[in-house]
């Protein structure tokens, strides 16, 4: 399979068409952004490290039943991957506070919830991806109640299951966001990335940082923290 035209590009990867309407193959870049594109660099490894590590936890997660956009890895970083139109949502899923619920509420980062708690945003950069709940989600069109239990059973297990893999390495699941999209059918799919963009990761002992909070808080070690959980996922396979 082939590239064919830019489809789209955006912050971290590019979209192209193949010969098959159906598929497209997605390239990550090394770009990094954050605060809404306000912050700018580039994570050197970080298209490749990306495009495996999703890949493979995408894999696990569709033999555990939750159907995702994957089709095929094509090289380091570039994925063959369903077509689908994205729903234009943020769903996030918590298990320890941090980043903008911390400062939302006034809850000091690393306190462990009870239960995990599923939001959503409106993916809209121009008005900087406001939080939103089903109705707001139901009154702007964005999804039917149908799909938005769907997407929310489907984050609920999705956590449950990462919780799994990365606590096999060594590794706490803070949060993460996912995107899920519509297949020609209407079939919802788990879509976009999983990655150290996308998911809080501490070191379970430490609780050193090993995801992007360390570019987005000029931590240091960028480079090698996206290396160290690749390595870690791998081994624990
Ligand atoms: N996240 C993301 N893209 C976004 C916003 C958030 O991938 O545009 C991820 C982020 O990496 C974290 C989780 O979603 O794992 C929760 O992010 P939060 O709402 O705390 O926002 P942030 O503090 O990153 O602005």
């Known amino acids: 399979m082939e590239k064919q035209e830019l489809l789209y590009e955006g912050k971290a990867k590019k979209v192209y068409t193949t010969q098959d309407p159906e598929l497209l193959i997605v390239s990550y870049k090394d770009d990094a952004t954050a605060f809404n594109g306000l912050k700018k660099g580039t994570i050197a490894g970080?298209?490749?490290i990306n495009n495996r590590m999703s890949n493979l936890l995408m894999a696990r997660l569709e033999?555990?039943?939750v159907p995702t956009h994957l089709v095929r890895e094509l090289n380091d970083r570039e994925t063959l991957v369903k077509r689908v139109s994205i729903v234009p949502l943020e769903v996030i899923v918590r298990n320890i506070a941090a980043g903008s619920f911390s400062k939302r509420y006034g809850v000091e980062e690393g306190?462990?919830?009870e239960q995990p708690t599923f939001e959503l945003s409106y993916k809209n950069d121009e008005l900087g991806d406001p939080l939103l709940n089903d109705d707001h989600a139901l009154a702007l069109g964005l999804a039917t109640r149908e799909e938005l239990a769907l997407i929310r059973r489907y984050a609920?297990?999705?956590?449950?299951?990462l919780r799994k893999i990365w606590?096999?390495?060594g590794v706490t699941l803070v949060d993460f966001k996912v995107e899920f999209g519509r297949l020609g059918?209407?079939?919802i799919v788990l879509a976009d990335e999983i990655s150290p963009d996308t998911c809080r990761l501490?070191?379970?002992d430490t609780r050193e940082k090993l995801d992007k909070d360390r570019f987005r808080r000029d931590l240091g070690?960028?480079?090698e923290a996206y290396v160290q959980v690749m390595e870690r996922l791998t081994n624990s396979l």
């Open 221 to 223: 070690g960028v480079e």
């Open 185 to 187: 059918d209407g079939t």
């Open 167 to 169: 606590g096999a390495c």
């Open 156 to 161: 609920l297990a999705v956590n449950g299951l």
């Open 46 to 48: 970080k298209g490749s």
């Open 111 to 113: 306190v462990v919830f």
């Open 202 to 204: 501490w070191d379970a």
């Open 63 to 65: 033999k555990e039943g």
